[in-house]
């Protein structure tokens, strides 16, 4: 997920392992070595690593070769992928710990690189995987009533969705007229509940129109910045790259 220069010939990398979970390695001479580790510890890619283990608890994996299973090379050369991928890795750093594998979320973060990397919608694949990543650690947002009045979610109602609980409160419920309130209209709402019930395989099925999207993507966000109590600071840039229309006009023209 994530690689540094280390030293003069080494460089640390953090990846997350379906066994291992989240740890950090240190790749012994890998700006020099051509062979073992050349275009291979790269950001975002999918490797098979073969290492030793660190000689105390807290210490560094010795990572001794990697061979290369998938570089999603467009995550670096697309502008919006990679903002896309290193938002998701941002979460799935501050979401984890070392050395607390869990396979759902390896499984996860495998399918989100390589649908960012084939896909077309890097915004609804983060929005996917930043659901699904929430549930897997305990954090399913409540999408199907009103937190105050239990009513189900119905339509021609308005919802605010409340970041401190990850629940909703309709406009009945809610004193909050103020512009901050997180607005969720009823078509986002159903959307997200069905991307919830959705197995990975089947979430490219749904479409969100981009109101939809920049409403639930800044719900998601608020949510997790109130978890985690820091600032998420890939978040900027993916959101500022919602809008691609003007920058494709322009590449046309
Ligand atoms: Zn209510």
């Known amino acids: 997920m ?3 220069e280390y030293g003069e010939a080494d460089k640390l990398v953090t990846f997350y392992g379906a066994d291992l979970g989240r740890v950090t390695g240190i790749a012994k001479g890998a700006k020099k070595s051509k062979q073992r580790f050349v275009n291979k510890l790269e950001e975002f890619s999918l490797l098979r690593i073969f290492y030793r283990p660190p ?3 807290a210490g ?4 001794s070769e990697a061979e290369l299973l998938a570089a999603h090379l467009s995550l670096r050369t697309d502008f919006r992928r990679y903002a896309a991928a290193m938002y998701l890795g941002e979460l799935i750093v501050r979401f ?3 050395h607390d594998p869990d396979r759902r979320l390896y499984l996860l973060l495998a399918w989100a690189l390589a ?3 084939q896909g077309k919608m890097p915004h609804q694949i983060v929005l996917f995987a930043h659901l699904h990543l929430l549930e897997t650690v305990g954090y399913r947002p409540e999408l199907s009533r009103c937190s105050a009045c239990h ?3 119905r ?3 308005r919802y605010i969705f409340l970041p401190g609980s990850g629940a909703l409160v309709c406009s009945a419920c809610s004193s909050d007229r103020s512009s901050h309130a997180l607005h969720l209209s009823v078509q986002t709402i159903r959307l997200l509940a069905s991307a919830q019930s959705f197995e990975l395989d089947r979430l490219q099925r749904l479409h969100f129109p981009r109101h939809a999207l920049a409403e639930a993507m800044a719900a998601l966000h608020h949510f997790s910045l109130h978890l985690l109590q820091q600032d998420i600071h890939s978040w900027r840039l993916l ?3 919602m809008s691609d229309r003007p920058l494709r006009h322009n590449a046309s023209a």
């Open 2 to 4: 994530r690689v540094a």
């Open 55 to 57: 000689r105390s608890p």
């Open 60 to 63: 560094l994996l010795l990572i």
């Open 96 to 98: 984890t710990r070392d």
């Open 115 to 117: 649908a960012l990397d």
């Open 151 to 153: 009513q189900p979610v």
């Open 155 to 157: 339509a021609q109602h």
């Open 239 to 241: 959101r500022s790259l």
